[in-house]
């Protein structure tokens, strides 16, 4: 990382920012998800579920960052980008290694990555508002959204959970190893690198009163979707009967309607409608 360690004493206005996020920072990591997680309480069959669901976002995550990368106008920024693009592809394949351990194939994982199985829609929706906002927010709001306030607070939620995730290798059907808890220990370290140097990039960026107040915005979005994918992707695959709700209802509906034949347009020409005689499409 070598100059990514060079760390500016942030501005007040940073204090305010970290003061506004707290409460939904701390509503993902006492969340029911991470707090079922730390204590393997999850079954077995919820947490295969989670690594299943969230795959397409893991796997998406180093694109969100190229988009970014566009926009970058420094050297120190787009050294750490390209860096972080790097360790991300790194990251989606220990994913797929978590997923192996608890029985998952690659297959399986690579099918939800193409869209060839239904994405639960909170989980849909963090991964449109990732795209959303590298592509179309400035580079503070990007970098803010991104690695400050996702990485940042899955550095946090791993170190709380790793314990307990590494307890599974007690159960049937899970092969907990090194492979398996790979990308648990490498976001539990790695990650309390990146959020800080992420801060720095926001930090120069956001040189006015206006565009702190997007990058408050952005970062706040991004833990709020956080939050309602990991609880939705579990409760989703839970066998617990007061868990089979809303979740496994938008799951049933997502496959009615990946299974529907596309609309077609009607064989006629919209002039119609303006008086003019029906004419056939060719």
Do not use: C
Request: proline content about 4%.
């Amino acid at each position: 990382m070598g100059i990514m360690y060079d760390l500016s004493p942030p501005p007040a206005w940073v204090g305010t920012m970290e003061g506004f996020l707290a409460p939904y920072r701390n509503e993902l990591l006492t969340g029911d998800f991470v707090e079922l997680a730390s204590e393997t309480r999850l079954t077995v069959e919820e947490l295969r579920g989670w690594i299943l669901q969230m795959y397409p976002f893991i796997h998406a995550f180093p694109k969100f960052l190229a988009e970014a990368l566009i926009k970058v106008e420094d050297d120190y920024s787009r050294s750490f980008l390209i860096d972080n693009i790097r360790v991300e592809k790194a990251h989606a394949e220990h994913w797929i290694w978590m997923g192996q351990g608890f029985g998952l194939s690659r297959e399986e994982l690579l099918d939800m990555s193409s869209g060839g199985k239904p994405v639960l829609r909170d989980v849909q929706s963090l991964t449109d508002w990732l795209w959303h906002i590298n592509t179309k927010g400035s580079l503070a709001e990007a970098i803010a959204a991104t690695s400050f306030a996702i990485e940042g607070a899955t550095s946090e939620l791993t170190k709380k959970t790793l314990s307990g995730f590494e307890a599974y290798g007690q159960f049937s059907g899970v092969e907990m190893n090194a492979r398996t808890s790979r990308w648990m220990r490498s976001h539990a370290k790695y990650d309390d690198v990146h959020p800080k140097v992420a801060l720095e990039i926001v930090i120069r960026y956001a040189s006015n009163e206006r565009m702190q107040r997007k990058v408050m915005m952005a970062a706040k979005r991004s833990l709020q979707l956080l939050h309602l994918a990991f609880d939705t992707a579990y409760r989703a695959y839970s066998t617990k009967g007061e868990e089979v709700d809303r979740v496994e209802v938008d799951l049933r509906s997502a496959e009615r309607r990946m299974q529907r034949q596309t609309t077609s347009f009607p064989e006629r020409r919209f002039g119609e409608r303006r008086g003019r005689p029906l004419r056939a499409v060719a």
